[in-house]
């Protein structure tokens, strides 16, 4: 099989043709054990309260699977009294804790710095918490109406927390930030301190677990993918981001470390019982046994999965925005350089995980939401047609070898979330009670059934 096609890759291709190897479908378990495992996890019923998410308006009565969606008039968007929204004021006082700065810290920095700003009263300036994100917190920032024509209506006020650096570099996130937005496919970014960040606000709608497999959404993620993982490949593209290594390299190892020195720290009886899930001799030895694995048999070929690419690294339904121009990716906090089978096993697994449950632990895992193997081949096909800029077709032998790689990069997905909630366990909440060790040690369960399942189609 011959490609052709001018997309410059990072990588050493040594021969254009890709040799026969079988088809590897997903099996994340049998559906004996997935029935018998997940009886056992709490209910948490879906939200009946109407969602949010950046301006943009979800309303409809009855639970989210019955959801509708509406856009709304850009001024009574701002402060609509709706469920995953609260005045800061409201926020319990650990939650407050996550950072530094207080109510009026952020009226006062968010008066300073907005456009047209200075001349609105302090009182005027209004604060809601957006009850979502686990890394950080986001508040929305607004002016009631009747302020004055012109002035920026709203914006996204943005928190790391006092922890933030022990998950990701802070400078560098601030620069892809900042690239992104010279590109236009990032937010505008007002302004920037130690530990926040103002950035434009969009009017929006996250995407919701249950549509993370609608065709209409899955095919549309495939192709933004495919673009995003294109944008290394610019003749602007900022050396210094180019030139670092895959993102798993350096996670791999320094957040098993990070774990370790997290599960010393508790003190918490509750906490040492659920750390007691955990053997940390095992973890660190899966985590050595990772880095081979993932990049074992590589073919050398573009498009294969070891591309090295720019990578958003964290595709969830809360990062993905439906906006009335598309969909649009947010959050990059963890993004940068990374193979490229990364972010799309990251989206299908992602499909089986819902953040927006209000009842503890605050998440609902679902295994058979995971994409079928015709998901996956027509998901790969749409992504490598972008990104090869060829046709592509699920049948063809590049979708097996794409997905193969995926299948492997599967594994570490739930590895990798599973030392970063260990370590984000004994840190401070963001807007509720969310489970970190309970989401660890479903992650930890669901790594050890792929990871079987994925030697067992090896072999």
């Not at 990072?10 to 004996?32: E, F, L, N, P």
């Not at 018998?36 to 009565?61: D, K, V």
């Not at 302020?147 to 892809?176: H, M, N, W």
Request: charged share 20%.
């Amino acid at each position: 099989m011959q490609s052709s096609f001018s997309l410059p890759v990072r990588r050493c291709i040594a021969s254009s043709s890709v040799s026969a190897r079988s088809c590897i479908a997903w099996t994340s378990t049998s559906q004996a054990w997935s029935t018998q495992w997940f009886a056992t996890l709490p209910s948490c019923p879906r939200r009946s309260s109407i969602g949010h998410r950046r301006g943009f308006c979800a309303t409809g009565a009855g639970p989210r699977s019955g959801r509708e969606h509406r856009f709304v008039e850009t001024e009574s968007a701002y402060a609509d009294p709706i469920g995953g929204v609260r005045p800061i004021e409201d926020a319990p006082a650990d939650v407050l804790a996550f950072g530094d700065l207080l109510p009026d810290s952020i009226r006062r920095i968010c008066q300073e710095s907005v456009p047209g700003w200075s001349e609105v009263q302090p009182e005027n300036i209004r604060i809601d918490q957006l009850c979502e994100g686990l890394s950080n917190q986001n508040f929305k920032v607004y002016l009631p109406a009747g302020q004055k024509a012109g002035l920026t209506p709203c914006v996204l006020f943005r928190i790391y927390g006092k922890d933030a650096s022990t998950l990701y570099d802070l400078a560098a996130e601030l620069e892809v930030v900042k690239m992104l937005s010279s590109y236009q496919i990032g937010p505008t970014v007002y302004a920037n301190g130690d530990g926040w960040r103002i950035e434009e606000w969009h009017f929006s709608v996250p995407l919701p677990n249950r549509r993370m497999r609608n065709p209409a959404i899955f095919t549309q993620v495939a192709a933004a993918l495919g673009r995003l993982h294109k944008l290394s490949s610019r003749s602007d593209f900022p050396p210094k981001i180019l030139a670092k290594p895959p993102l798993s390299i350096n996670r791999l190892k320094d957040w098993t470390k990070g774990a370790q020195t997290a599960a010393a720290s508790f003190t918490y009886p509750s906490s040492i019982k659920q750390m007691e899930a955990f053997d940390f001799d095992e973890v660190v030895a899966e985590g050595e046994w990772l880095a081979k694995f993932l990049v074992a048999d590589d073919p050398r070929i573009a498009g294969s999965g070891l591309d090295v690419v720019f990578s958003h690294w964290d595709c969830q339904e809360n990062n993905i925005l439906q906006t009335h121009y598309g969909l649009r990716f947010i959050d990059f906090e963890y993004s940068g350089m990374e193979y490229q089978a990364f972010d799309i096993a990251a989206y299908f697994v992602e499909c089986s995980i819902d953040y927006l449950v209000d009842k503890h632990p605050f998440f609902k895992v679902s295994l058979a939401d995971f994409p079928s193997d015709a998901e996956q081949r027509l998901f790969i096909s749409i992504y490598l047609s972008e990104y090869l800029e060829t046709d592509v077709r699920p049948g063809d032998l590049a979708v097996s070898v794409l997905q193969e790689r995926v299948q492997r990069f599967s594994v570490f997905v739930q590895y990798i979330w599973t030392v970063w909630s260990i370590i984000r366990a004994p840190q401070a909440p963001t807007f509720n009670d969310f489970d970190y060790l309970q989401f660890g040690q479903h992650r930890w369960f669901m790594y050890k059934w792929a990871k079987r399942a994925v030697l067992h189609k090896l072999v």
